[in-house]
């Protein structure tokens, strides 16, 4: 069983640029959600797609987009980058959307904005 | 709204010592409450979940949880901690967004483990 896979590892970008960051599921899971970890700080919830629509999203401005693709994969999209988006982003897949239901974790993607 | 706070953001322990991570929780609809687990550098694991079934939890690695309701807790307990314990610990509850579900998380506790 594959796990979750985020690509690239590290990535970093210059203020105002725009990034693609991408995600695969587990096999099976047809839910992603993506998070925020600012330095030593808790996951803060980004979005979440469940079969290829947005089925929920956090307190983050619309400069932050995603897409969940027939095969279940994910992108996050952010534009216009700020120095506050330096951070580690997981994407976390799981069977489907109920709330008992594990998330499983990716290694996540370190984005530095300098 | 739910959310959830976590008392202590760095404990130290001694090897073979009792390891206790506390966790409060908020929740206005009966909660899901997960603990996990983050090693330098890498993504979160799950270590256990209380999804109503029982009170005390057992998960992976020897570690366990009580879910105690009056006093809207859900500690994490090892009865002897390991060098390899030493990590990031974080505490999450199960919020609905929208149609979906969010984890909401705790701003973590780091534990240390001395020989």
């Known amino acids: 069983e594959t796990g979750v896979t985020q690509s690239p590892t590290h990535l970093i970008k210059t203020r105002g640029q725009q990034v693609t960051l991408r995600c695969s599921s587990q096999s099976g899971h047809n839910t992603v959600s993506w998070y925020q970890q600012a330095l030593g700080q808790g996951p803060q919830f980004i979005f979440q797609y469940y079969r290829e629509e947005e089925n929920g999203r956090g307190n983050f401005p619309p400069r932050f987009s995603g897409l969940q693709f027939p095969n279940y994969s994910s992108e996050l999209n952010v534009n216009a980058l700020e120095l506050d988006d330096s951070a580690l982003y997981l994407c976390a897949s799981s069977l489907n959307s109920k709330p008992l239901l594990e998330q499983y974790f990716g290694p996540g993607t370190r984005l530095t904005v300098t | ?115």
Request: proline share 4%; glycine share 6%; net charge positive.
């Open chain 2, 1 to 115: 709204a739910q959310s959830v706070t976590q008392l202590g953001s760095h404990v130290s322990v001694s090897e073979g010592a009792l390891v206790l991570l506390r966790c409060n929780y908020s929740s206005s609809v009966p909660p899901y409450l997960f603990w996990y687990v983050q090693y330098p550098n890498q993504g979160l694991q799950l270590l256990l979940k209380y999804t109503s079934a029982a009170t005390l939890v057992k998960g992976i690695n020897g570690f366990e949880a009580e879910f105690k309701k009056s006093e809207t807790s859900f500690h994490l307990t090892k009865p002897s901690a390991h060098m390899s314990d030493a990590a990031e610990y974080f505490c999450a509850v199960s919020a609905p967004v929208k149609a979906g579900t969010a984890l909401i998380f705790g701003k973590g506790t780091t534990l240390s483990v001395s020989s």
